[in-house]
Every structure is written in structure tokens, then in C-alpha cells.
């Protein structure tokens, strides 16, 4: 996570933004580009909704490299390789390429898991799973009918065979969907402003390696030429991901008696099941994989990154072995000690100790901005930024009081929402610099995130019933985090610098990235209800987990309101200890260039976010580790094609087979995540 140099600007404290520079020339971004990815976007979600709720395929968003987009840039430069050949003039650029990457992704985003999909089905889910035994009816005078479609169009929602392009249910959503899509603007805006404010301190000045960018940017070299589809590494890795994915999907699908190789997490590789007795059995489930995609984007981290990612999940599984050897999660040991070594709130603190350090080794940097802003001082230069730092710091203002207003509309306290969208921004902020510097295949952010973390610690008894009512209903989208927008909003900054070749326009950036987040809205909600409305809700056509959150925000609240609780003492040490320890990392790293564990790693072994992949991770930092000890440097970089292989050979047949499962109807095969 951490510069190796102490403030990101040099000994001398000096910064990079203080001296004016000269006006770039930027390259301009085409109209052909934003014109392709309009017409993309609505097709990708659609495909995303489809596969994803119906046709059981693969997760198309959910992924640091998102499949939807990824397998369409790669269609696009087959596309653009050929017209290389028979029309140059009409062939896109790189640049071009990773608008329409960068575009397309933010807007697949927008319709992924903890976005769109979880929204509408909390919408609805009040009014259709409330029973005289839930007594759900208790909390209905607190929902804001306003934020809610018209009760007379969710028994069609659920029942199917219907149409959500009807007059009727048009009308009936419009309220809602005007609503909900001017939180989301304001709240993508907001991280927007954020991620502008930082950008210079992660790009240029701590030069963070953003891992997941490389794939794009070296597919899409000299438009697509590059020499990676010459290299024989690259076709073996690619080669074994299809091979070992088409005979799992055959398996799977077709053919159940056809032998296959293991990728995904199963039964049979739950390293857990072989322990019964305690205290072995608290390591609870702990599954080997063997993901292509995973060891191959894993050998993208620096070594100290990926070591320290596999080795403190299992260091957690260490503690809770630990914990029950000790009997401090015996019977007679009371409930606080029942949950050491309390790894949720760990983890949280981790989280939050991250933005905080990110946040103090970039001051100098974020004063600069301030006086910028503030003052107008015009030794610091802002030219190069997606908007100016005044625009950032007042929309940052703006956006974060209409925020906080809208979570007292919807029922929260003022300071209980100014709380919750603070904690939600500065998780945000640690969950992006995670994805900067470690960019796994897929991340989860700390368990309960912003809502859940703060009524485990603070206890119900410190919310009101409307409060927790409102909890409810923003869970959406503080559930799931692996379709962070931050996270895109930051990389495609990174993709659009200079280098070996002219930067683009970041201003132009800004309004394509503005018109990839209405576009992709609108053709979420037209796809997900009109995927739900003619199939159902309710029906076995549609995916449960999925729908699950039309119920699951609202068993949670009404087991809130049965069983009060009251402040948890314990929990809250655990995350002052999760704070503790990743500073503590934090300033050894920053002082010490031979420290080997890195902060991110800790933050992330006490989340979910290791619990598939840990094997495959470690996999991938042994194969890099044996090449560099053995080889050295241009081994490695040898070998780079090989495991890029691994990744893009896993995307395009995943891809590929998705594609044949929604046309044919056939039930799919998920590659991943599980």
C-alpha cells in the first residue's frame, strides 16, 4: 500500500504539483469511440443481467477485470487488427481502445452486484415477503413511498410473464427510478471528486503500480498489435485456461461423466473438512482453487503484496485455532470471548487505518489542492486533472451534504447519516488503493461494511426503529463491493496519462465517463426489470441469491428489532487492534525497505476477499518468486506473456461459453467466481 518514499514527492519534501508546468497537448478523444461505446454499453448490461440472473454463466461483472467488457475489448481489437490490415485509416487507436474499455466498464459496473442488481429487488421485497408472522408491518410507516415503486406493480415483478414496457408499470417505476438514479449520480460524482483529489498522489508521485491496467493497456498496444499474439508463452497459458475451462464446462453441463481438473473451490479441496476435532476444527472452511485467471493476475503484484495476501488469511485461521486452544470460545467463556479473535472487526479498522495512512502521505499533495482551490495559488498546477481541484473540493461538498440530507430523508438522524457516508467514502478510499496496489481478481470490502459495522459496534440499542428502517433500505449498495465504481473511475485516469504516447484530454475523460454513468444506468434498469418482469422474481428461472436481497435487508432489520443489543466493547477493541496493526505496517514499510509484509495484505486477510483464491494467490507468487530467484529480472519479464495468457485464455472461453448459453437457453457453467 505504501510508497517506499516517506511523503510520495522526495526527501526534500518538495512536491511535484507545486511547479507550474507547460500546457500539454492532449490527444482528443474520438466521437467514434463514445458513439461505439453508447451502443455497447446497453448490450454488455444486457448480456451481464441476463447471464448473471437467468442463464447461470459466469459472474460478467464482478471482477477487477470485468469479463463483459474485457471480452469485448478483445473482440474489438480482432475488429481493429483487421481493419489495421484492409482499412488503417479507419483502425481505432490505443487510446480510443481504452476509452471504450474504460466506458463500457463503468457502465457494466453500474448494472453489477451491489449496484443495480441489489437495488430493485429491496424495492419491492417489503411489500412482497411481509406475512402476518414477520410482522414486517410494524416498521411500513417508516418507508418513504417516495423511494419506492407503486405497490400495484410488484406482484407482476415477481409472477413474470409480463412486460416492464407497459404504460402501467412505466408509471409505476417512474418515481422510484427518478429517485434512485439521482442518488447514484451523486453518489459516483462524489467518488469521482475523491478519486481526482487523489490521483496525482497515487499516479505520479507514489507511481502505484495498478496491476489490473496492465491487461488492457498491453492488449491494445499500437491498436492491438502487439506482440503478445506472436508469443508461443502466451498461446500455452492461454491454452491450458481453455482447455481446463471447456472440459469443466463440458462436465458440468454435458457430459457429468467426462473426467475433469478441479479449478474451482469443491468439496473436495476444503482443506477444512479433514479437521473435526477441536481446536483444528476452527479453521472452518478453508478451500484450495486453482483459478488460471487468478495465478496469472497475481503474478502482476509485487511479491510482497502477494505474500502477504495468502499469509495472513492463513495467520487468521492461526488466530481462531489459536482462540479455541486457549478456551476462549468454550461455553462457559461468555460471548466476547466467544468471537476472538474478532477478524470482521479487524478488518474494518484495517480498512480504515488504510485511507487514513493513504490519506496522511499524501498531506503535502492534498494542501496543494486545498490552495488551489481556495486561494487560486497558480504554483500549483491542476491542468492535467479530470476536473479542476476547486470543482472537486466544492462538488465533494455539494455532493457529500446532498447526501447526508438524503439519508435523513430517508430516515437516518443527521449525524448518523453524516457518519455513515463518511465511513462509507473512507472504506471506499482504502478499497480502491487496495485495487491500485493489489489488483486480485475479485475484492470484498470489510464484513457489514459502513451500515452493518457501525450498528455491530454501536448496537441497535444506539439507532431509533426509523433509523434501522433506513439502514434497510441504502444496504444495497454497502453489501457487495467487488462492483466498486471508485475503483474504474481511478484506473481509467491512470490508462489515459501520457508515457510512450500523448495523454488524453482528462477534462474530455470526465464527460466520457459522465455519459457511460447515464447510459449504463438507463440500460440497467431497462434490462434488470425487463429481465424480471418477463421471467419473475419469484420464479426458479430467476437466480435466488439475487433476489435475496428483496428479503434479506428486511429479516436482517426485523431480528434487529426483536433482539436489541447494546453497544459491543469488545468489537470495537478489535477494531482500534485492526487500526494498530496496519499503521504499525504501514510506518514499518515506509521506513524500512527490507520489511516483507504489507499492510494491504493484513486489511485484506480479514475480509472474505481471500477466502476462494488464497491458494491460487500463493501459486502465483511462488511461480514469480522461482522465476525472479532463479532467473532474475528478464526471466521475468519472459515469462509475463505466459501468465498473461492465463488470464485472457480464461476471460475469452468463459466469455465464449457464456455467449452459447444465452443463446442457446441451455443452463450455464459459472468459471468463477464459484
Not at 502466451?234 to 478441479?262: K, Q, R, S
Not at 481446536?279 to 482453487?289: E, F, I, R
Amino acid at each position: 500500500m505504501i510508497s517506499r518514499v516517506r511523503d510520495g514527492s522526495g526527501a526534500d519534501g518538495a512536491h511535484q504539483d507545486i511547479a507550474p508546468v507547460e500546457s500539454a497537448q492532449w490527444a482528443t478523444i474520438s466521437l467514434r469511440a463514445i458513439v461505439v461505446s453508447v451502443i455497447l454499453i446497453p448490450i454488455l448490461v444486457f448480456w451481464v443481467e441476463y447471464t448473471e440472473s437467468v442463464a447461470n454463466g459466469p459472474d460478467l461483472a464482478a471482477m477487477s477485470l470485468p469479463m463483459a467488457s474485457t471480452f469485448a475489448l478483445l473482440v474489438l481489437v480482432a475488429v481493429n487488427l483487421l481493419l489495421r490490415k484492409f482499412a488503417p485509416r479507419a483502425a481505432f487507436s490505443q487510446l480510443e481502445l481504452l476509452v471504450i474499455y474504460s466506458m463500457n466498464t463503468l457502465g457494466v459496473y453500474i448494472g453489477g452486484i451491489g449496484l443495480m442488481q441489489f437495488l430493485h429487488p429491496a424495492l419491492v421485497g417489503w411489500s412482497y415477503f411481509a406475512t402476518p408472522q414477520n410482522r414486517w408491518d410494524q416498521w411500513f410507516h417508516f418507508i418513504r413511498k417516495w423511494a419506492v415503486p407503486d405497490p400495484s406493480v410488484i406482484p407482476e415483478y415477481y409472477s413474470g410473464r409480463s412486460s416492464f414496457f407497459t404504460i402501467p408499470h412505466l408509471m409505476g417505476w417512474a418515481g422510484a427510478i427518478c429517485v434512485w438514479s439521482a442518488f447514484l449520480f451523486v453518489l459516483l460524482f462524489c467518488l469521482y471528486c475523491i478519486a481526482t483529489l487523489m490521483r496525482r498522489q497515487w499516479v505520479d508521485n507514489e507511481r502505484l503500480t495498478f496491476p489490473i491496467v496492465q491487461v488492457p493497456m498491453e492488449i491494445t498496444k499500437d491498436g492491438g498489435a502487439t506482440a503478445l499474439w506472436t508469443n508461443r508463452l502466451f498461446w500455452a497459458g492461454a491454452g491450458i485456461a481453455i482447455i481446463l475451462e471447456t472440459i469443466a464446462t463440458i462436465h458440468f453441463t454435458v457430459a457429468p461423466n467426462m473426467p475433469y481438473f478441479p479449478i474451482k473451490p469443491e468439496k473436495s479441496l476444503d482443506l477444512g473438512q479433514n479437521f473435526t476435532t477441536p481446536p483444528w476444527n476452527a479453521m472452518g472452511y478453508t478451500t484450495m482453487a486453482f483459478y488460471p485467471l487468478v495465478i496469472g493476475l497475481t503474478y502482476l503484484l509485487s511479491l510482497d503484496v502477494s505474500f502477504s495476501c495468502w499469509f495472513f488469511y492463513l495467520l487468521s485461521k492461526f488466530e481462531a485455532v489459536a482462540c479455541t486452544a486457549l478456551g476462549f470460545r468454550d461455553a462457559s467463556a461468555g460471548p466476547a470471548l466467544a468471537q476472538m479473535p474478532y477478524t470482521a472487526q479487524q478488518g474494518f479498522g484495517a480498512f480504515v487505518g488504510l485511507a487514513l495512512f493513504s490519506l496522511w502521505l499524501g498531506r503535502k499533495h492534498l494542501r496543494g489542492a486545498c490552495r488551489r482551490a481556495l486561494l487560486n495559488d497558480r504554483t500549483v498546477d491542476d491542468s492535467d486533472e479530470p476536473i479542476s481541484y476547486r470543482t472537486a473540493l466544492v462538488g465533494l461538498a455539494v455532493t457529500a451534504v446532498l447526501l447526508i440530507v438524503f439519508g435523513a430523508a430517508m430516515g437516518l438522524g443527521v449525524l448518523t447519516s453524516a457518519i455513515f457516508f463518511a465511513l462509507f467514502f473512507v472504506l471506499a478510499l482504502a478499497f480502491t488503493r487496495i485495487r491500485a496496489e493489489a489488483g486480485l481478481p475479485w475484492g470484498q470490502g470489510p464484513s457489514g461494511l459502513s451500515h452493518g459495522t457501525m450498528i455491530s459496534l454501536m448496537g441497535t440499542e444506539s439507532f431509533s426503529r426509523q433509523e434501522l428502517t433506513g439502514f434497510a433500505f441504502l444496504q444495497w449498495f454497502d453489501a457487495d463491493w467487488r462492483c466498486q465504481p471508485q475503483t474504474i473511475q481511478l484506473e481509467s485516469m491512470k490508462m489515459m496519462g501520457g508515457g510512450q504516447r500523448k495523454a488524453i484530454n482528462p477534462r474530455a475523460l470526465t464527460a466520457a465517463l459522465g455519459v457511460a454513468v447515464v447510459v449504463g444506468t438507463i440500460a440497467a434498469w431497462g434490462s434488470c426489470l425487463g429481465i424480471y418482469y418477463h421471467y419473475g422474481a419469484a420464479s426458479a428461472a430467476v437466480n435466488d441469491w439475487r433476489t435475496s436481497l428483496g428479503h434479506y435487508p428486511f429479516d436482517t432489520l426485523q431480528n434487529q428489532l426483536n433482539t436489541p443489543k447494546p453497544m459491543d466493547a469488545p468489537k470495537i477493541s478489535g477494531a482500534l487492534t485492526g487500526l494498530i496493526v496496519v499503521t504499525l505496517l504501514s510506518v514499518m514499510r515506509t521506513q524500512f525497505v527490507w520489511w516483507p509484509l504489507h499492510p494491504i495484505g493484513y486489511a485484506i486477510g480479514n475480509t472474505d476477499t481471500m477466502t476462494w483464491i488464497w491458494f491460487a494467490v500463493m501459486l502465483g507468487w511462488l511461480a514469480k518468486s522461482l522465476i525472479l530467484r532463479f532467473g532474475g529480472a528478464g526471466s521475468y519479464r519472459n515469462a509475463l506473456p505466459f501468465f498473461l495468457g492465463l488470464v485472457l485464455g480464461d476471460y475469452a472461453i468463459s466469455g465464449l461459453w457464456s455467449l452459447y448459453f444465452v443463446i442457446t437457453g441451455q443452463p450455464g457453467y459459472r468459471t468463477f467466481p464459484i
